[in-house]
């Protein structure tokens, strides 16, 4: 009994602590989340393509787009259907990271507005899975709609890991699988998730609850990775350690900020955008 209270007075700290930062929170969607080992057991199964072919050969010389936190809700993707606009005759564009919180509370038809929207991409669009997207038990339309939450691309010089930090940690068994992945990876790495690694402040909570597997991961891309890619915290912080930079950035619903990732050979340079 003391056990489940426990849990009960620990989720209702989370959801004071949420509602005192940028995530919004639906709070019944909360408590029907579904777990990480559910969703683990389909990797690099990937249902959903938008555009194309889902592996292009990127090359030595090419871009990227990556934003955060749409929230699509009620089929209103605030704007990100504009994104359309931006890619239309840009071929140096070679595909759209979106970092989770895809929805607003996981509901069909707001994946499927997701759906929609990318489909008039000239580019595949890599789909990150968010704490949002898993309320009310939804990953069963997900994995029906969009597949995996864990995965990878391989685009020939380059090689893209798209992780499930849904609900603020990963566990041993997808650390386990992108650390065997990448001893067997030659070529440029970025990686994609939800949930943070560092925030700006002590007093924040949105970022990885546990700290082992943040070290771990540190550790894992220690001078193999060019960035990780993070959203969730609705803020931008930018980070660097052992030649990795570890970059969250703010949420696409209100603010309208993504951020243009240019390769030339060995380079690699970032910049905000707002739409």
């Not at 007075?9 to 990480?36: E, H, M, Y």
């Not at 989770?100 to 707001?110: E, N, V, Y």
């Not at 924040?204 to 082992?212: D, L």
Request: proline share 2%.
């Amino acid at each position: 009994m003391v056990k489940y209270l426990t849990l009960i007075f620990f989720n209702i700290l989370l959801i004071a602590a949420f509602s005192l930062c940028g995530c919004t929170i639906d709070t019944l969607g909360f408590f029907v989340s579904n777990d990480l080992d559910i969703r683990l057991k389909e990797k690099n199964n990937f249902r959903f393509l938008s555009s194309g072919d889902l592996t292009p050969s990127f090359g030595n010389e090419y871009s990227f787009i990556v934003l955060a936190d749409t929230h699509i809700e009620d089929a209103d993707a605030w704007g990100f259907e504009n994104m359309e606009g931006l890619l239309a005759g840009n071929n140096e564009i070679k595909f759209v990271v979106v970092l989770g919180d895809i929805t607003q509370s996981g509901r069909r038809q707001d994946i499927e507005k997701f759906m929609e929207i990318t489909e008039t991409f000239n580019v595949p669009c890599y789909p990150v899975i968010g704490n949002h997207d898993i309320y009310f038990d939804s990953w069963s339309v997900w994995q029906e709609l969009i597949g995996s939450t864990m995965y990878k691309i391989d685009g020939a010089d380059t090689t893209l890991f798209i992780l499930d930090s849904a609900n603020s940690f990963f566990g041993r068994q997808q650390l386990d699988w992108l650390e065997e992945e990448i001893k067997k990876t030659s070529g440029r790495i970025f990686v994609f998730t939800h949930s943070p690694l560092f925030v700006g402040s002590p007093v924040e909570m949105q970022q990885v609850t546990a700290t082992a597997e943040r070290a771990r991961i540190v550790s894992i891309l220690r001078n193999k990775c060019s960035i990780m890619f993070m959203g969730h915290a609705h803020s931008r912080y930018i980070f660097e350690t052992n030649n990795v930079k570890f970059i969250a950035i703010e949420d696409f619903r209100s603010k309208k900020i993504y951020c243009i990732v240019s390769v030339n050979g060995t380079e690699v340079n970032y910049e905000f955008r707002r739409l």
